[in-house]
């Protein structure tokens, strides 16, 4: 088994183009009971974004799209993974592979799927080169999730090419309160979480752990189980200071018996991962203009795949049996300066400096006149970045609104590349906003894409960053007294240098090479509405267009000049609505639609371009009050949950079924 069989097991449905094998800055003041609102769409939100330009600003000022979803929402649909969540934000596709654990991918807004930014309280958790599988991101001990969309390397650097997302931390409020669910159901799943908070103005905290184990969807070796450890403290030694420190750790182990084809092969093969998340964040006062904050961000990831003999007549083969081992590790220290020049200035600039490493080993049993059992070819290599930043933002009491971002990084891998981003936004009168903005973004090369040296795949040192120019511009209208919101964006994106997998390359010569472009254009828009005190709605809907534009040459079935980019859909919907029937009782549900995409199947020989059906599925919660906690008393509450009510058949990804209708019950309590 060579390296490149290692890496691309592994990233198999990341990354669908190979041709071949920071903390806390600001607390929400309050989010309805909706997910996937747009917050620069709704004044009746009284909150601040930290994401967009990582100050603290009024939803109504941000010039980008940005996407607040509540986590106690979250918890009251008995959402247990960050990537069901994301099913609703305009213009992000998730694509599963499979069962529970399967590998999960991200689209936004038409790009790569490692072309986002994923941050837990700031922290990035990215593997090098942008890969992000969201299998095991579970919602425990969420206090909220900002979903950014459009070009944002310029504030985080690397990575951030079609947008952010940024995972905040519950800080616990009042008397110590103890919570917890329980939850069983379908395919012999168990959940269960508990969690203790509280707080004053000078010390709060929450803890929390949970445990999610699922026999899975497929008839054998498909069990499921994750274990959650998170939580966060925030200290206010002095009214000029604040101290943040948070964690989240999580082991986890994944069955499964299918192959790269999605075909039933495998009664013994597993994945597992433990995961570490450490970020410590220190702001100081300076004076009345000047605040100086310190930030140090860690994360680890350990990963393991094990696939023995079947039996003992499975010894046939080339790999037919394999063991591997990885470690991936990233660790930054980023301190800035802002400037509050007065009310309606302010700037802020910036250094980061960032260290990443990453370790692959392993070894693989073939049979070739005889079972011999050899070493892989191993990988340990590692990269700095050293960055520098500018911001300016500007919002003023005419309800004009500026931000204006630069940032050169340099890199030891790559060398040097500058971004910038800007923006505006101007609220009319009659509770209508325009705003525009406009932005560069760049991610950097994977360690194999530039290090690699297998007897399949070389990596070339002299590798540039894929980037991207994108603008966008968005128009929204309040209605009926701000209870109800209607808004429009379009953006055009263009993608350069992205890098493509050569297999016709020479032995020895590098087998990875830029030149490849591509372009995603569309609308999004969307509704929300409070139905009165008792009923809350909200809808969107995307247009994506995609289309490869140059292939460099080096055509194939996932990307080919003039065709469109796999397993993004043209038309996707969202319809979700939440009410208080009656005394005690709450119900919910949601319509999410995907529209058909193109996708390759590697079932046939050669690889073919095929085209997956439309489909609709619909997701319904319901929680009834059994005791209300009056004076301090428990509050305990039962839970039902149906996802796929109709038990629609569908695949994501082309041989791997999407998951039928699963029925869930439980209960909530707070004491």
Known sequence: MTLFSFVGSSAMHCSVRRSGPPLLLAALAWVPPLTGQEVQDTTQLKELVVTATRLATPANAVTSSVTVISGEDLRARGVRFVQDALRDVPGASVVQVGSYGGVSSLFLRGGESDYVKVLIDGVPVNQSGGSYNWANLTTDNIDRIEVLRGPASVVYGSDAVTGV???????????????????????????????VLGGSDRLSYSADVSRISTEGTYAFNNDYGNTVVSGRVHARPDERSDLAISGRWTDNQYRFPTDFSGALTDSNQFNGERAGVLGLELARRLSDRYELRISGAGSRSDGEFDDTSDSPGDTLGFGFASHRDSRADRGNLDARLSAFLNSQLTVTAGAQVERETERQSGVSTSNFGGIATTPDTP????????????????????????????RLDDNSGFGTFGTYRAGVSYRLGSGSRIRSSVGRAFKAPTFCEQFCNAPFVVGDSALRPEHSFSWEVGLEQQLGAGHSTIWATY?????????????????????YFNGAAARARGLEAGLSTVLGRRATASASYTYLLTEATDDAGMPSPDFAS??????????????????????RVTLGGSVTYVGSRDDVDFNQSPSARVTLPAYAIVDLAGELELLRGRSGGPEVSGTVRVENLFNQRYDQVVGFAGRPRGVFGGARFRF
């Open 562 to 583: 003039g065709e469109r980019l796999i397993r993004r859909p043209a038309h996707s919907a969202e319809l979700a609505v939440r009410s208080a029937v009656v005394d």
């Open 165 to 195: 997302v940024q995972v905040f931390t519950r800080t616990g409020q009042g008397p110590t309160a103890v919570e917890g669910r329980a939850e069983a159901g379908s395919f012999g799943s168990i959940n269960g979480q508990g969690s």
């Open 491 to 511: 953006f055009d994106q263009h993608f350069r240098d992205m890098i493509l997998y050569d297999g016709s390359a020479a032995p020895g010569e590098p087998t």
């Open 379 to 406: 990988f340990d290599r590692g990269r700095t970045t050293v960055g520098g930043y500018a911001q300016a933002v500007l919002d003023l009491p005419s309800g004009l609104a500026f931000d204006v971002n630069g």
